[in-house]
């Protein structure tokens, strides 16, 4: 297999270098034209559901409730046999979970919470409201009819729609499905996606002399299974084009997507570009202005997307999140989420090179006056250690022309935990 080597001008950070970068904007509208919408559905049983995403809306079979019941531990009656009177005969107790039964006239039925309304009844008085006298009920406020009621139906009609299509399933939309009675669901096939990490210095078992563990990829694989991938684990190439583009040969109808990390740079050992090419690829954009992470190559490879992303690790989770995450959702038909849309502001001075937009991390510290999210810097801007994202509670992104942040200056983030809470 014949590799051309990509050749490419001076990596440094100079003006004329970040002219020839794509922004983060436009490389995220590059990473997105890559894949397209997953058209396979199958049908999954509710108890395996989670995580899924729904391939269409999904609709009530049945009005909810299902039958008039009662909203309260009381006493059931027709209010018209009151007519002056303040007591009544107790006929009987109905709990939930019996069936409906008549309501013998002139006469009360002990109820509970969710009961079935016995039929003939237009009102239940709170137990608070009544004194019990075992086979008596002295009713101390007359109700009004519908009083406590919860009707057929009320809740929702048959059709109603419980989830828009494309809904990721969380676990109170298998409370709320399985309260409807719905034991399977039609979802949208898993993305099909493979990861192989590049270098002869990583080792998944026993290390020799100047090895080092490979964190990318089980990294990689635990992101992409979080995001609902169903994912391969291809294990790591070595620094050789020829032996890449092997392993990449006929791949690319298997996967929707593939993730590389490590070798997209400028280096001699950087050889992905070339292998991609060699194995029947195309590159379709290369270098993102953006800290870490500027090497970031976006191609096809058959039927699937190719992302290579960086090999340092900080730069591998950036990159995961500022572009597969969007591409799985595409794959998936969901909405595009922003990468950082919670606003906050600086508790930190910073001054910085522009020309690049910046990702760091941040541990959100407290909230200001106005409930905004203070946010601290973690670390020192160094892409190869992913121990300031260890103690972070998200991600901080700043433009590509900032060159200082003061205490107060307005912040945009992506907290780990949605409610960005502090711990």
């Known amino acids: 297999m014949h590799i051309a080597r990509v050749t490419a001008g001076c990596s440094c950070d100079s003006l004329a270098d970040a002219t020839e970068m794509m922004s983060v904007t436009d490389a995220l509208v590059r990473a997105l034209a890559q894949v397209a919408p997953i058209t396979?559905?199958?049908?999954?049983?509710?108890?395996?559901?989670?995580?899924?995403?729904?391939?269409?809306?999904?609709?009530?079979?049945e009005a909810m409730p299902f039958f008039d019941n009662s909203a309260m531990d009381g006493f059931a009656l027709r209010c018209a046999?009151?007519?002056?009177?303040?007591?009544?005969?107790?006929?009987?107790?109905?709990?939930?979970?019996?069936?409906?039964?008549?309501?013998p006239a002139g006469a009360a039925m002990r109820i509970f919470t969710g009961a079935p309304l016995p039929l003939g009844a237009d009102a239940v008085v709170m137990v608070e409201a009544c004194v019990d006298k075992t086979t008596k009920v002295h009713i101390e406020r007359a109700p009004a009819v519908g009083d406590n009621i919860r009707r057929a139906?009320?809740?929702?009609?048959?059709?109603?729609?419980?989830?828009?299509?494309?809904?990721?399933?969380?676990?109170?939309?298998?409370?709320?499905?399985?309260?409807?009675?719905?034991?399977?669901?039609?979802?949208?096939?898993?993305?099909?996606l493979a990861v192989f990490s590049t270098g002869d210095e990583l080792q998944s078992?026993?290390?020799?002399?100047?090895?080092?563990?490979?964190?990318?990829?089980?990294?990689?694989?635990?992101?992409?299974?979080?995001?609902?991938?169903?994912?391969?684990?291809?294990?790591?190439?070595?620094?050789?084009?020829?032996?890449?583009?092997?392993?990449?040969?006929?791949?690319?109808?298997?996967?929707?997507?593939?993730?590389?990390?490590?070798?997209?740079?400028?280096?001699?050992?950087?050889?992905?570009r070339e292998a991609l090419i060699a194995a029947g690829g195309t590159v379709h954009g290369w270098r993102v202005a953006l800290k870490p992470g500027k090497p970031v190559m976006f191609g096809t490879l058959g039927a699937a997307a190719f992302t290579g992303l960086p090999g340092n690790p900080f730069a591998v989770h950036v990159g995961f999140h500022l572009f597969v995450l969007p591409q799985l959702a595409r794959l998936l038909g969901a909405r595009i989420a922003p990468f950082a849309p919670v606003p906050a502001i600086a508790g930190f001075a910073w001054s910085r090179k522009p020309g690049r937009a910046e990702v760091f991390p941040v541990r959100l510290a407290a909230y200001d006056e106005a409930?905004?999210?203070?946010?601290?810097?973690l670390g020192q801007s160094v892409s190869a250690t992913l121990l300031?994202?260890?103690?972070?509670?998200?991600?901080?992104?700043?433009?590509?022309?900032?060159?200082?942040i003061s205490p107060g200056t307005p912040l945009f983030w992506r907290p780990f935990c949605p409610a960005g809470d502090v711990t």
């Open 40 to 61: 396979e559905t199958e049908s999954v049983p509710l108890a395996t559901a989670l995580g899924r995403t729904t391939a269409g809306a999904v609709r009530a079979t």
């Open 81 to 103: 046999d009151l007519d002056g009177r303040c007591c009544l005969p107790v006929a009987g107790t109905i709990a939930a979970g019996d069936a409906p039964c008549d309501l």
């Open 153 to 192: 139906g009320s809740d929702q009609a048959v059709g109603q729609k419980l989830l828009d299509a494309n809904t990721r399933i969380a676990a109170h939309h298998i409370g709320l499905l399985s309260a409807n009675g719905i034991d399977a669901v039609e979802v949208i096939r898993k993305p099909r």
């Open 205 to 272: 078992g026993p290390r020799a002399p100047g090895q080092i563990p490979d964190s990318n990829r089980p990294m990689l694989l635990a992101l992409a299974r979080e995001a609902g991938a169903d994912v391969t684990d291809l294990g790591i190439l070595p620094d050789d084009a020829a032996a890449t583009a092997e392993a990449l040969h006929g791949i690319g109808d298997r996967y929707d997507l593939i993730l590389s990390s490590g070798a997209v740079s400028m280096g001699g050992k950087d050889h992905i």
């Open 371 to 377: 409930g905004l999210p203070v946010l601290e810097r």
């Open 388 to 404: 300031p994202l260890a103690g972070a509670d998200g991600l901080a992104i700043v433009p590509a022309d900032c060159r200082e």
